[in-house]
């Protein structure tokens, strides 16, 4: 935890979201207690851990599905957390995130255009014939050019992960969170989609959110990280991934980024 | 040769996007954009560039320069995937060395997969045609119906066997939630029937001097049809609905598929305590639907008519025998069976997708009525021809 603490000083302008004694739990039951971390501009930054570590319900939290039990998450230009603001101003911070669900979360009676037009014309910021051309070209730019016309149900387990992709990028956001995006695909395609997720942050400039527990996609594309302990309901390590399996002493740490079996809990 | 748009912020009048073209003596389409290119700031169209690049002779090549661009979104990039896919149908070079970094990764990404143009909704199905397709799908949906009363018999004999694989508390749960869940809706409804039915039939018959048989129209009317057919309709929506919405979610999920894969038969587990637990219930609710129904009646004429409930009640007795009583208690039992095997078939062969859950819903509850309405058809003629 300490690299990331030293580096924070000098990056606390340059800081996209920042975790400060974060609880989380469900009624009684505590999931992760006293978590603090920061995701800066520009970076890809991976939260996992193992499953039921709370890598889910973390992300639930940072983008606004579920409120913290203590602690709070503070974005960049907003000095209070989502639950405190008014909601003209959650609305417009809302706005900024781009969030691609696990399974995709399609809406399954749209085609692909109206999927990912649907928030264009919920905000109404652009009229109807910018839209379908801005819909084609989200579809184009994660290769689903001329699918359109596609209901979910039509296409590809990848295939819907890209156009969930399309989807979060329907509003330009500048905070992309990914839900395990590489889970239930085939290597290839999963390596592809990590190629893509660089080339967004490279392009667009985006900050990038991504929960997962694959660790071809955490050496790949991980610029920063934090790994979630459900036994000690707390975070462990924080920091570059690869730094951190060449530097960790922790055998929980390591366990996790080398597959091995040795948890180091006895 | 030269153009140039100007949009203009409305609240300030500052000048917020600016495109000019022109084409150089060398054959240079030069196209310089600036200011801040985003949406819901009254992008220029790309129209008259392309224009410009089409018109001939072609430009040899076309170069896109932004050094004074302010700031940019996605409305920046649909206008130059716009130029820049013109550019390529002409075979038109496009420069694309004076667009930002970022600018230049993302077109590069949305042209890398070429478009699909098979697009699939093609031209709409001539009249014939679709006339056909509507009868061969009636046909194969009739199929299918009997292919599940079929599987659905089978499994019933293989219950008499005792081959029938289900949980017993499967059973139970249905057999609560059909049953005694249902109580309170089923009371409601039948009270106010045998309610309405008693004044609608006070209201005429009290001009005949005639009260005393509002006992004769409650009794009866609620007894033979009545009171089967309201207890049938709200099952339907209740339970009915509640079947196909469970099974259909349980085969989005696969969870029919994984019971398929375990050698379980989904007609045993899953259709099975269903169709016994409601055609069980459904007479039973049907004869508590009767005692509220009659209730309802002596409430009215108690009230209205002035006729003692003593009175009311012999006079009932006299009126309904047990021919009428189970004529309702078998058509309810009869409903019960639809219900549950419209629920469960919409449900099993339900679609995977949040739509598809609905569409079975709705088919569900609308064929669950349609069959109640037909088979108190049936059943009315035949006991009439049988003297029932």
Known sequence: MSSASEESGAREAHRKITVSDLTMAYGDSVVIQDLNFSVNEREIF????????????????????QEPARGTILYQGTSSGLWEMAPPERERLLRRFGVLYQGGALWSSMTLAENVALPLQEYAIADAEEISELSSLKLALVGLAGFEDYYPSEISGGMTKRAGLARAMALDPDIFFFDEPSAGLDPITSRRLDDLILDLRDSLG????????ELASIFTIGDNSVLLDGESKTAIASGNPKQLLAESSDPRVHAFLTRSRETGRG | MIGQEVAEDGTSGVQRVNLEYARRPDGTLHVALGGEWKLGGGLPAPQGVLEEIARPPHPQRVMLETSVLAGWDSGLLTFLLAVVSRCTELGVEVDRHGLPEGVKQLLALATAVPARHARRRATPKPFLARVGDAAIGWRNGWRDTLAFIGEAFVSLLGLLTGKARFRRSDLLRALQDCGAQSLGIVALINLLVGIILAFVGAIELRNFGAQIYVAHLVGIGMLRDIAPIMTGIIVTGRTGASFTAELATMEANQEIDALKTLGIPPMDFLVLPRLLALSLMMPLLCLYADLVGITGGLVVSASMLG????QYLEETKRAVGLNHLFLGLFMSFVFGVLVALTGCMRGIRSGRSASAVGEATTSAVVTGIVNIVVATAIITVISYVLGI
């Open chain 1, 206 to 213: 985006a900050t990038i959110v991504v929960v997962t527990h």
């Open chain 1, 46 to 65: 991976i939260i996992m851990g193992g499953s039921g570590s709370g890598k889910s319900t973390l992300l639930r939290h940072l983008i606004g599905l």
């Open chain 2, 307 to 310: 006729i003692s409930p003593v």
